[in-house]
């Protein structure tokens, strides 16, 4: 929703430090209080968090507002999340950091559910950068406010909050059975991330061997000694 249809406290924050941001082609206000960046450009958010009323040593409280009707595409919307964490991440401000993503609309659509992912990644790996997706919101105006600034106050450590029917959710854990059969296929195709280290290795020649499967391998890291050794292998 727009800042401006925000409920005034919820424009400045109790501290005056709440700021909403869109996604632009440049660096703008956006005329009603908040900010439009250019989701590519590091140095923009970086000039935009040096620029907000009230800017010193405390960290600031960001809304990053995703449009009810965004393309299929999640990759805009997940760079401009990834770009406003590592700017307020790099500004080396005192305190928790707290950036709240508001996506309106299907909570199981391509995007949101990439934003969320996202969220519970980086929010584990940096603590002092609480990042929280707020989906499934009613796109009503009035109603999208009201949930924002709940979300924005709420102090829980949840990367991942839903509102379906206009009921606060959150994502657990649940046990279940095990089943009597398997999962894996013959001939199936799988996707390995760390496949080339020694737990990864192992899955992907017991796939290969004993169901005559098709596995991708990805990891974060160049490829041990042995990796193409045991491709030939294959």
Known sequence: PPAGRLPPTARRGEAGRLTTVQIGDRSEPDGSGGHRVDPTSLGQVTGLLGTLPGAGPAAPDLVLVVPA???PDPVAPCQALWTIAT?????????TARLTVLCPGDPDAPVPAALGGLARTVTAETPRLRRRVVTGVDPDPDRCAAVLWEAVRDDSAEA??????RRRSVRRWQP???????VLREGGAYLISGGSGGIGGLLADHLVRRYRARVMLVGSG???TGLGERLRRW
């Not at 700017?87 to 305190?95: D, E, K, W």
């Not at 279940?176 to 398997?182: E, L, R, S």
């Open 69 to 71: 009707d965004p393309p």
């Open 87 to 95: 700017a307020m991440v790099s500004a080396g401000r005192s305190g």
């Open 160 to 165: 991942e909050i839903r509102y379906p029917d």
């Open 176 to 182: 279940v059975a095990p089943g009597t059969g398997t």
């Open 222 to 224: 160049p490829a041990s």
